[in-house]
Structure formats: structure tokens, C-alpha cells
């Protein structure tokens, strides 16, 4: 019998995150600093109390978020000189990443910053390969934090977003880092794993990033509880066999890092590692914020 593996919490150190910090949360919003600019944007999980006053926050923040419906709003900004757009770098050992930020009507600003630890994760396995030159895929991959963090481990590196916007502004920050040859493709994420099934494609690493619910460029309907175990086997498919790795997040509120992990029991085999959780990041006064649940695998 296989021995239990346990679950694993992940969370980003402050020390790696130069350019950004979660100072505070709660009431159902976050006090963010992004380089030089501190945010508030609403946050449904943060249904504690502050541990700064609002005055205190008022008095910090440079740009608040207010929602005009339940997925859009305006950005209001204490000074005009403040731009709608500005660069952060994450820096590691291995990483060296520059990204663009914008304020967009549907409060993101072009990353999640929790999702650094595993660009540190992916950067680390593909540089470890060893042979020919490893494949990544990276599917709903938004501005491609994971793309780029692949592509500084020297890995062939394939792109996979719906929306062409998004996909147009990773390639943006690919031009910030000083690297190419990342392969952009604006397609439904999982057409495209089943396409690459049928060619036979294999690749040493890929991550799975999906939204609770989405579009595809051909008005292609994504329901994350719907289309998650098709997406899964179709991976299991073109993950290689061995020395590979699969990174799963799920942002729904309403699954579980155990139903990640039934996900990938039942479609691979042969896995020699283990890590599942919550992804959070911890603010300035000890509360920890999740975002998410994940699961990574070696095989």
C-alpha cells in the first residue's frame, strides 16, 4: 500500500517578495504594497477584522478598488500623477522577473503574487532535467509568471490563454525580462491538451491554473466543476511518464485541496512526490489570507 502522503502548507516569504507585501486584511479587503504603490482591493475571504483601523489604511493606501458591480469597478487614486500602469521584479536565485501592472476594471492588476512559490518550484525542477531540453505547458496562463519562470530555467516553454489581451501582455513582460521564444497560443486550454494528446506531444512539467468559470476565444463556456476531470486525464496524457512534475490550483471557493487530490490519484500513476494545501499569504500581523488550493506531483 502506498504511503499516506500529508498535506503540505505553502507560504510565500516576504523576503523573497522585494516589491510586494500583504500589510493587512480583513472586512473583506486587502492592503497590498506593489512596488511603490499601496493598494485596497475587496477580498471575500478576509471576513475577519482589521488589525489597522480604517483610518490607518486611508491614510496608507494610494489607488482603492470600488466594485460598480459584483465583477466590475473603478480605481480611485488620492493623486492624479499616480500612472494606471508600472513595473515590479520578483527576484530569487534562479529568477530574475519583471512584470507590467495595470489597473483593469475587474480589480486585478496583471498577477497573483502567491503563485511565486511555485515559479520558484517550476524553475527549480525544469533546471534540474536532465537530457534534452524539457517542455512546460502553461494553460489559463494569464500575464505568465509561470511561462517566464520556465523560460529563465532554459525549458521550451508553450503559452496557453483564451483571451488575447492577456496573452499580449505576457508577452510584454517577457520583453521586460530580456527572453524569448516563449510559444504564445489564444486558445480554449482544453482543446488544446486534447490536440496535443492526439500528436502524441509529452512534456516534462506543466500547470494548471483554471478559473471557477470562463470563456474560451470562441465563446467556448469554462465551468471549473464541470471541465476539471476531463482537463486532468487529458494531462495525465501528455505529462511524461517520469522525472516530470504537475502543478494544480483551484481558486473555487468550494473545492477542497482533497478534491485535487482525488482528481489526481485517479488519473496518474507512478507519483513519487506529494505536496497539497492551501496557498496563502501571511500579512504584517500574523493572520494568513488563503487564496487557493493546490497540488504538485513528481512523477
Known sequence: MMKPFENTMISLAPTHWADYELIDSGNFEKLERFGKYILVRPEPQAVWDKSQSEPDWEKLCHIRFRGRTATTGDWLKKDKSIPDRWNIGYKTGRLNLRFRLALTAFKHVGIFPEQAANWDYIAENLANCKGEQPKFLNLFAYTGGASLAARCAGADVTHVDSIKQVVTWANENQE?????????????????????????????????????????????????????????????????????????????????????????????RGIKEKELGEMYLPDRFGKRLPLGTFIRIKL
Do not use: T
Open 176 to 268: 521586460l525580462c530580456g527572453l524569448d521564444g516563449i510559444r504564445w497560443v489564444v486558445e480554449d486550454a482544453l482543446k488544446y491538451a486534447a490536440r496535443e494528446e492526439k500528436r502524441g506531444k509529452k512534456y516534462q512539467g506543466i500547470i494548471l491554473d483554471p478559473p471557477a468559470y470562463g470563456n474560451g476565444p470562441n465563446g467556448e463556456k469554462w465551468i471549473l466543476d464541470d471541465k476539471i476531470n476531463e482537463l486532468v486525464r487529458l494531462c495525465s496524457r501528455i505529462l511524461a511518464e517520469k522525472d516530470s512534475f504537475l502543478i494544480l490550483n483551484m481558486y473555487s471557493m468550494g473545492l477542497s485541496a482533497l478534491v485535487a487530490d482525488n482528481l489526481i490519484q485517479a488519473h496518474f
